[in-house]
Every structure is written in C-alpha cells, then in structure tokens.
C-alpha cells in the first residue's frame, strides 16, 4: 500500500491504540498478534497467554528461544520482569473472573448483536474452540480484527450470525480492512474508514444496519 | 526397605509397561510444549494403538501427542483444539478418529475436577453454544450454569524440570500449563524429568507437584522434535 503499512498492521495499529497503561490484554492467533508490535513504549501492558502466562515479552532473538518458554500458539517468546508462570486452570480462572481488560480475537462473523463466532466452518474446517469462548465472554473489552469480507467477498458482519457462536454479545468493537466498527446498544455505529475505502464501500459490504456516527473519519 | 518405597524412579521401558492398546491416556503439555518426548516416543516404540486421548490439544503434527495422533494411534481425543495439526483434522473428517471438544478453560477445570475428587464444576462458558447440547443445566442463585462432568484417566504422562525420587515436581517456565492438572487427574501417574534428585533436596516450598499424586519417575532423553518456528 501507498502508506507503507500494509492493512494487516493497520488494523493492527488501529488496536493497539485501544490499549492503555497497566492494562492486561490477551492476544490471539493471527493478525491480533502483531497487535503488541504497535504500542508506544510508553505504555506497560502485562500480556496474558492461556497456557500460563502473565507478562509475556516480545519474540527472542534468532538461537536465543527456549523450547519451555512459549506462548498459546507454540511459538517462542520471553518473559518482562514481574512477569509469573501458572498452569492453565490459572490462567483460565484469571479470565473467567474477569480480569482481563481486554481481548482480541479473529472472527469469522459477526453479528448487529455482538455475537461472534470464529470456532468452526461446519463441514470444511473444524479447528476447534481452544480459549476463545472464555475470552470472548469473559473479558471486559472483545475487539474483533478481521477481515471485511470473506474468500469469496461476502460480508462477514451480519444480521444473524450463520456458523456456530462462540458467544452471544460479546464483541464491543469491530477492525476490519475497510472500518472501525463500535457495537452498541443501537446497533453497529461505524466511526471510521480505512483508505482508500469509503463509507459506501462499507455500507455496500456489510449485511446488517449500520448507523453512522455523527463525525466518520478516515484512517490513512 | 522403607526407604526404598519411597523411591518411584523407574526405567523407559517399565514406564511404558503400563501403557498398552485401548487405554485412556491424559497429557500434559501445550500446543506440543510441555508434553514428555521420551514416554511418547516409547509408546510410538511399543507400537500402542486405539488410544483415547485427553488433553488440551494435538499438538503439531510431529510435536508433543501430535506425533502419536499423527500415526492414527488414537481412536478418540477429548481435547480444546486441534486446529495446529491438520492430520488430525483430516482424521477427523475421514471418520478415523471421534473428538470431543471442550473448551480450553472448562477443560482444564474438568481435569483438574477430576484431579481432586470432584463431582463436576458449573460454568456459564459454553451456553448458546453447540457446547451446552445434552448438558445439564443448573440453576444458582437465579443464574444458569452447565454441569461440567470430571476427566480421570488410568495412565496420566506429565513433563516436569525436575524430580525427586518421591516424585515431588518442579516445572519449568510455561512446560507447566497442564502438568500439574493432569498429574492429579490419573490413576497412575508418570512424570518424565529432566533431573531427578535424592529425596530431601527439594526446598518443599518451591515443590509445584507433591510426590503423592505421581507414582513413577523417569528420566528425560530431552525434546528430539523440531519446534513449529524452525
């Protein structure tokens, strides 16, 4: 893209901006991910992995990984001073109690509700739950980063939800390629454009009302 | 002698004696960290088949269990996910191998339920989902919960740093994840170490695992399989 990021690390740009200071915040696989690589450095987060981590670190260096020391997806990390190990029931007790400030997950559909569901494709792939359902129900704040549309173009925020759920009402912000998506007790209210698409583009490309909000801007 | 029957450290292949064809088998580890590579590679050895498994996932296809499900040894897994090793998916499809699915953090419970004795844990995760199908739901206080049922399992295999010879664990960093669960959720347990020590040598605070919920010891041959980032 013409402003050097391409639209996998402006959305994930776009997140990070939602983190604030001494926030706990748990990451999922994919495009969440690269979230952490976006946040100014004056901001310390305490980083949560399901297998047993508070206060994850950034990747190490090239022959400097531990094969122990991992985060939920199996690949090398490191560990920020306070940091703890714990086991899985831990770290799943940490979520359901509701300490997680934040979550941000993959979707593959969304609904005008906030009802997620990112778990299976009935009958083609079938990865499984892992934590997500916790996550999605559980944490204070769930921002979904996906794509707008599917393989084949279709809408991925919609009415109803047509996959299974992960949860109902859970999500509370949506970052797509094209928009930023607040969920609200009205409806979907969209805040802001991702260039070069317009407001069109996503009214055009979503299958559920949308209301716009009273200053739509444009993120470059 | 009473001092060695407090010694539980035992061979590869007296380990592996107790696990044969068609038993159910719970496991520690992680997305194939924290899993034990020597007793899964001597149950690969041994030629074990038709295994239910029970743990948080499958692994890699050639990381942690992912190596056992990989070789079609397994004839049902109760796991969270098995999204990071495609033969697994595949054997799922193909009708090859049945999975059950929990979700992770009820998994975890479910074993640990199991682990200390008991009846179920009541959960709101999983309502208005194809998870709460044939569940029974419970009422508290006015607030609706599933009836999660415990996981045991006659052989459990768990990963610890360290041992000593009664069986007292230490793990390391996030090789803990579902260890110490999974140590209290068999019938009998086998830890696999990477050094095991003379009894006593332990600081008894730092112990994560104590001894009473592991009935044998081996020592590790270390991780032999390439991690998914190499």
């Known amino acids: 893209m013409a402003m050097g990021i391409d639209s996998r690390n402006r959305m994930a740009k776009r997140a990070a901006a939602e983190i604030k200071d001494s926030m706990i915040v748990n990451l999922g696989i994919g495009i969440p991910s690269l979230v952490s690589n976006h946040l100014p450095p004056s901001i310390d987060v305490m980083f949560h992995a399901e297998n047993g981590i508070l206060g994850m670190g950034k990747s190490p260096e090239k022959g400097e990984e531990d094969p122990n020391l991992c985060n939920a997806a199996g690949f090398p990390v490191t560990i920020v001073p306070g940091g703890s190990f714990f086991d899985s029931a831990t770290a799943f007790g940490m979520i359901r109690s509701g300490y997680l400030d934040i979550s941000i997950l993959g979707g593959l559909e969304v609904s005008e509700q906030g009802d997620l569901a990112n778990w299976i494709v009935p009958g083609k792939r079938v990865p499984g739950i892992g934590g997500a359902m916790e996550l999605a129900k559980k944490a204070k704040k769930v921002i979904v980063l996906m794509n707008h549309t599917n393989k084949n173009g279709k809408p991925k925020i919609l009415k109803e939800c047509t996959m299974p759920l992960t949860a109902k009402r859970c999500v509370n912000l949506i970052i797509t390629d094209m928009a930023v998506i607040d969920v609200t007790e009205r409806g979907l209210v969209l805040k802001e454009v991702m260039a070069p698409y317009t407001i069109n583009d996503v009214i055009e490309n979503t299958a559920s009302s949308l209301l716009l909000s009273n200053n739509v801007t444009t993120i470059t | ?230």
């Open chain 2, 1 to 230: 002698m009473k001092a060695n029957s407090l010694n539980k450290v035992a061979t590869l292949e007296e380990a592996i004696s107790h696990i044969d064809n068609g038993c159910t088998l719970l496991f520690g580890g992680f997305g194939g960290i924290g899993s034990p590579p020597t007793l899964i590679n001597g149950i690969i050895e041994k030629d074990v088949k038709d295994l239910t498994l029970i743990g948080n996932d499958t692994g890699f296809p050639e990381i942690g269990i992912g190596k056992i499900v990989s070789q079609g040894r397994a004839k049902k897994v109760i796991v969270s996910h098995i999204g990071s090793n495609p033969v697994a998916g595949r054997l799922m499809v193909e009708g090859k191998m049945e999975v059950e699915f929990s979700p992770q953090g009820t998994l975890a419970e479910r074993i640990r339920a199991g682990g200390v004795g008991l009846g179920g844990i009541l959960t709101d995760v999983g309502l208005d989902s194809m998870i709460e199908e044939g569940k029974q739901k419970v009422i508290v206080n006015g607030k609706e919960f599933l009836l999660e049922t415990p996981l045991t399992a006659g052989i459990a295999i768990v990963y610890a740093n360290k041992a000593d010879t009664y069986g007292n664990l230490i793990y390391e960093t996030s090789a803990r994840n579902t260890n110490p669960l999974v140590a209290m959720a068999g019938t009998f347990t086998i830890a696999e170490v990477n050094e095991i020590v003379s009894i006593g040598e332990l600081d008894p605070g730092e112990i994560e695992t104590p001894g009473i919920y592991v009935d044998m010891v081996i020592e590790s041959n270390g991780v032999d399989w390439k991690w998914p980032w190499e």
